[in-house]
């Protein structure tokens, strides 16, 4: 029996390894900026981390990777780049509850600092029947949520409307992330001809 599925509005998760030396850096974000305690993690002050002079080369890394996303993935017209972005740090018994990020196209974490329980979980954005199929296995079909594996040095980007969480750390060494939200490029989205458009007064008026 031949039979061809149909894969009908599938979420893209990417995942991309950073190839080079980032220890300066790390080091930076952890000595050098201030934290606050949150409600389960506790997270830079700050929350303009990539603007630092000494984060252009992971900067760079990432816009590329969005770039990627943007047109190889949803073949969009608009690009867009990193608003806002902050540094998570995760002693032993923290975790990250489940949330998603508003305000934001696609959402993205580097992973500065893993240990053996970091993978990041995300969760099936599609309701689930009041019915449940007893399965075999999971597959991305069936599958509730799915656990990325991750390590030092990886980033991973996904529309920010997914629900993910991050489980408590149960090792002695702190967990670092650097957190990212973005939007386009100059702050307009949408088509005129489709009177989708969203942007400023100027952006409006100058056809």
Sequence with gaps: MTVEPIYLFPTSVIKRSYDKPFLNEFEYLKTKIDYRDG???AFSTSINILELPE???IKSFIQDTLDYY????LDAVERVKPTISWVNRQPKGTQHSKHCHANSILSGVFYLKTTDSTPIT???PIPQSQIQIETNKFNPFNALS???SIADGDVIIF???LMHSVSHNYDDEDRYSL???TFTLDGAIGSRSRLTFLGTQEQIQNE
């Design 39 to 41: 409600s389960d993690h």
């Design 55 to 57: 984060l252009k080369n």
């Design 70 to 73: 943007m047109k190889d993935v």
């Design 122 to 124: 995300f969760h099936n």
């Design 146 to 148: 799915y656990q990325a």
């Design 159 to 161: 529309p920010s409307t």
């Design 179 to 181: 957190a990212f939200n």
